[in-house]
């Protein structure tokens, strides 16, 4: 069964950091584009980050640039993202979500159950 | 940098047809794929580049797009269709994922 499962969220202090991991299993891991999406307490989702297959090319939204990191393991089938400088607005369900057919860019067709991360003091 | 736009909000009877849409610049231009959420759940993609369903995914989902404006139609509208809608693009000037801020659906 094709599936992702994220861990690490938790409570932090603004200003503090955090690891996000998504375990992958069911498919080739390396033949796919990975993506971290957020949703804050009642509202839409919000794309945070990207990286290809090969890990070789990264994106990141403008909220986010400079202050989190996306990686891969594909040895190991996990995806990271490392977040740092975390403020209040930060506070979200962060899932993991598989892009579509191989691509690099596309549709999330595969998502993970999320992870939340609160950030307060 | 752009922007996608959804209605806040639409509402259908059941077994009637539902239309969400999802507004951009020259989005025909575009790949545009759409996700449905549940309360509590993780989104579900629902249909992919512009019109095409994933397995699993009812034939009464369909999607078309063309100038400025996106549309996913659910048709026979069922109770367990209400949930949140979102568009998505990529932007290809930003090298951004663009996600609409979302419809709530409700079946009356």
């Known amino acids: 069964e094709v599936q992702l499962l994220e861990s690490g969220g938790g409570l932090v202090q603004p200003g503090g950091s955090l690891r996000l991991s998504c375990a992958a299993s069911?498919?080739?891991?390396?033949?796919?584009?990975m993506s971290w999406v957020r949703q804050a307490p009642g509202k839409g989702l919000e794309w945070v980050s990207g990286?290809?297959?090969?890990?070789?090319?990264?994106y990141y939204a403008d909220s986010v640039k400079g202050r989190f990191t996306i990686s891969r393991d594909n040895s190991q089938k996990t995806l990271y993202l490392q977040m740092s400088s975390l403020r209040a607005d930060d506070t979200a369900v962060y899932y993991c979500?598989?892009?579509?057919?191989?691509?690099?860019?596309?549709?999330?067709?595969?998502w993970g159950e999320g992870t939340m991360v609160t950030v307060s003091s | 940098s752009y922007g996608l736009t959804q209605p806040p909000s639409v509402s259908v009877a059941p077994g009637q047809t539902a239309t969400i849409t999802c507004g951009g610049n020259n989005i025909g231009g575009k790949s545009v794929h759409w996700y449905q959420q549940r309360p509590g759940q993780a989104p579900v993609l629902v249909v992919y580049n512009d019109r095409d369903r994933p397995s699993g995914i009812p034939e009464r989902f369909s999607g078309s797009n063309s100038g400025n404006t996106a549309t996913l139609t659910i048709s026979r509208v069922e109770a367990g269709d209400e949930a949140d809608y979102y568009c998505q693009v990529w932007d290809i000037i930003g090298d951004h994922v663009v996600l609409g801020g979302g419809t709530k659906l409700t079946v009356l």
């Open positions: 979500a598989r892009v579509y057919g191989g691509g690099s860019i596309g549709a999330f067709d595969i």
């Open positions: 990286v290809t297959g090969s890990g070789a090319t990264t």
């Open positions: 069911g498919f080739t891991f390396t033949n796919y584009g």
